[in-house]
Antibody
Framework: QVQLQESGPGLVKPSQTLSLTCTVSGGFISSGDYYWSWIRQHPGKGLEWIGFISYRGNTDFTPSLRSRVTILVDTSNNQFSLKLSSVTAADTAVYFC????????????WGQGTPVTVSS | DIQMTQSPSSLSASVGDRVTITCRASQHISRYLNWYQQKPGKAPNLLISAASSLQSGVPSRFSGSGSGTDFTLTISSLQPEDFATYYCQQSYSAPYTFGLGTNLEIK
């Protein structure tokens, strides 16, 4: 059973960079035809796909965040990470990592989510 | 971006009821439509992929149908554990967008 776990600071100051890591267990990031996504949910709102990475390092991002997002993969530690620069209060959300089917692009395994607040 | 419109946004129903939630895409997405269930404080759980493919472990009372722009999620006989928020998601093209959700409440 694949499991994902997000980790990182729960509080980030405005204009700084949000950094989160997703650790994958029960399977290897490099073992299959999957992408590894970051998705966020603003308080009381719907879901927003941020972007994904393959184990080879191929990425795609939602256009509205593309200029501020970096997603990296670390296959040796079975992790992938998210960096979101120049954050504002609008980036306050619960951030999820998720495994993404590379053919149909659905999200079949999710982390529990980690809340991030942007505030001074 | 492809816009996903779900209806209704909220729904009150009773245990044993048959419930249908609809999702409309702003453009043709073939069968690249997925359904998720989310309970408060939890991550979404994938129920159905590719419009009608039930995920392993998901009860057979859940079913999905549709293609092109119009899709439905049906719960044939509501159980107490089904009261949650349901989201559709298009996976036809990036950015992969979700509907705003349908909050299914107990009547």
């Amino acid at each position: 059973q694949v499991q994902l776990q997000e980790s990182g600071p729960g509080l980030v100051k405005p204009s700084q960079t949000l950094s989160l890591t997703c650790t994958v267990s029960g399977g290897f990031i490099s073992s299959g035809d999957y992408y590894w996504s970051w998705i966020r949910q603003h308080p009381g709102k719907g879901l927003e796909w941020i972007g994904f990475i393959s184990y080879r390092g191929n990425t795609d991002f939602t256009p509205s965040l593309r200029s501020r997002v970096t997603i990296l993969v670390d296959t040796s530690n079975n992790q992938f990470s998210l960096k979101l620069s120049s954050v504002t209060a609008a980036d306050t959300a619960v951030y999820f990592c998720a495994r993404t089917n590379s053919g149909w692009y659905f999200f079949d395994y999710w982390g529990q989510g980690t809340p991030v607040t942007v505030s001074s | 971006d492809i816009q996903m419109t779900q209806s209704p946004s909220s729904l009150s129903a009773s245990v044993g009821d048959r419930v249908t939630i609809t999702c409309r895409a702003s453009q043709h997405i073939s069968r690249y439509l997925n359904w998720y269930q989310q309970k408060p404080g939890k991550a979404p759980n994938l129920l159905i992929s590719a419009a009608s493919s039930l995920q392993s472990g998901v009860p057979s009372r859940f079913s999905g149908s549709g293609s092109g722009t119009d899709f439905t999620l049906t719960i044939s006989s509501l159980q107490p554990e089904d009261f949650a928020t349901y989201y559709c998601q298009q996976s036809y093209s990036a950015p992969y967008t979700f509907g705003l959700g349908t909050n299914l409440e107990i009547k």
